[in-house]
């Protein structure tokens, strides 16, 4: 028996419940009791989808807030959803049972407060059982301590924290989930890759795809992984054909609600919903300000990834193959987001076309964390103090966090001033 069992449970579950506190507190503060306002921009296009089944009776008169994310085709006049079905169809647990909820009280308007709790629901259920994954995935690489110190980093110390609370509407949390379940999958694919496990590894590719295509570069992780251990090598010259085959049917299984709705609202099977954007910067990528802009920079509005960074030192000495495809993911990742004609990703707390890839980030982040841990008690405190305070600026950043940090008109005194104010409890 524990002697001390109330240190052994807050040990065991206190991280996990912070986290789920935290991104509570915040979700009620910045909308309640006014629930439809996540049913707004990008996350109304991609709750559209359960709108339009359950509510409006179909796609034929498709209507919304926001015209533009709804353009008519021209080969059949009929309105499109610009964003896939990926993250309609990972609310849909949580919908139903808010839905019967609306349907009982007479609220079964699709804006409604229950369809907005049914949001925030799904994104608190994503964010935990996310980062539950990064914790297990970790576990191969640094102790449990340091593993769960590392969850709290990213899960609070990253503009995560505000796509799980404050947009939970918005698709980063859901690719953030699924980037976790490939992460942790992947390893116990390789050990037994049983065709099962091919087809559950492919339908995940595919919903991460489905989600958002450029996010396909996440592949080159199962890959590295097959590459690096040999031994898994003679099962697959064995078994490839049947284990491929197993990958691409989860796959296709996974877009084929999509399929069926592009062909039914277009003709076509595949369709391209985002008409003149594109990536109109290829030639001259804006990679700095990516960084370090004023303007959504990452490392700006997100500096523990900083450390995250210098992490991948201590990666690259104990795992170069895993840190090679880590750097070369992020190197893609980088210049794809950095070609696109709205490189700053309009109205966003910091740079989050790069939230899901924390995940992989979060390897290197706990190795330093491991190497903190074994400092002397001074350095250590002094090194957790500075990993504390990236979190303490974060959740005032979450506090204040205004769309008009993306406009063109904010300048770097505006952002001095923020930060001031969030250090001097202003």
Request: aromatic share 16%.
């Amino acid at each position: 028996m524990d002697k001390y069992p109330v240190r052994a449970w807050i040990a065991r579950y206190g991280c996990w419940l912070l986290l789920a506190a935290v991104c509570i507190a915040n979700g009620v503060k910045r909308n309640h009791p006014a629930y439809d306002r996540v049913i707004a921009w990008d996350q109304e296009g991609y709750f559209k989808y359960l709108q339009a089944i359950f509510i409006q009776g179909g796609f034929a008169d498709l209507q919304g807030r926001y015209p533009g994310y709804f353009p008519p085709v021209e080969s059949t006049g009929r309105h499109l959803i610009k964003y896939t079905s990926g993250v309609a169809l990972m609310q849909l647990p949580f919908f139903l049972p808010c839905h019967l909820y609306a349907l009982a009280t007479g609220q079964a308007t699709g804006e409604s407060p229950p369809y907005g709790l049914a949001i925030h629901l799904a994104a608190l259920a994503y964010f935990l059982l996310g980062l539950w994954l990064v914790y297990r995935v970790l576990l191969r690489y640094v102790s449990p301590l340091a593993a769960r110190g590392t969850v709290l980093l990213v899960g609070l110390g990253t503009q995560l924290l505000w796509y799980a609370s404050g947009e939970p509407g918005m698709s980063h949390i859901y690719s953030f989930c699924l980037f976790a379940l490939l992460l942790w999958g992947t390893p116990l694919w390789i050990e037994t890759p049983t065709v099962g496990r091919s087809l559950l590894l492919g339908f995940v590719l595919g919903f991460i795809l489905l989600i958002r295509p450029t996010n396909g570069v996440i592949a080159l992780w199962p890959l590295s992984w097959l590459l690096s251990h040999p031994a898994a090598h003679a099962h697959w010259r064995r078994h490839a054909v049947p284990l491929l085959l197993a990958g691409l049917a989860g796959a296709l299984l996974a877009w084929l609600p999509q399929l069926i709705y592009w062909k039914h609202v277009s003709g076509y099977w595949l369709y391209w919903t985002y008409s003149e954007e594109g990536f109109h910067h290829l030639g001259q990528p804006r990679l700095l300000q990516v960084l370090f802009s004023v303007r959504n920079g990452w490392l700006t509005y997100t500096p523990l990834m900083a450390v995250a960074l210098g992490g991948l030192v201590y990666l690259r000495n104990t795992h170069r193959a895993q840190a090679s495809t880590l750097v070369i993911i992020g190197l893609i990742t980088w210049y794809v987001c950095a070609a696109w004609w709205m490189w700053w990703f309009g109205g966003s707390f910091g740079y989050r076309a790069f939230i899901e890839y924390y995940t992989l980030l979060a390897i290197p982040l706990a190795m330093v964390v491991q190497q903190v841990l074994a400092l002397r008690r001074t350095a250590r405190g002094l090194a957790i103090a500075v990993l504390v305070l990236y979190v303490y600026v974060n959740i005032g950043l979450t506090d204040r966090y205004s769309g008009d940090w993306s406009d063109g008109c904010w300048r770097w005194q505006d952002y001095r001033a923020l930060i001031g104010r969030v250090l001097t409890f202003g």
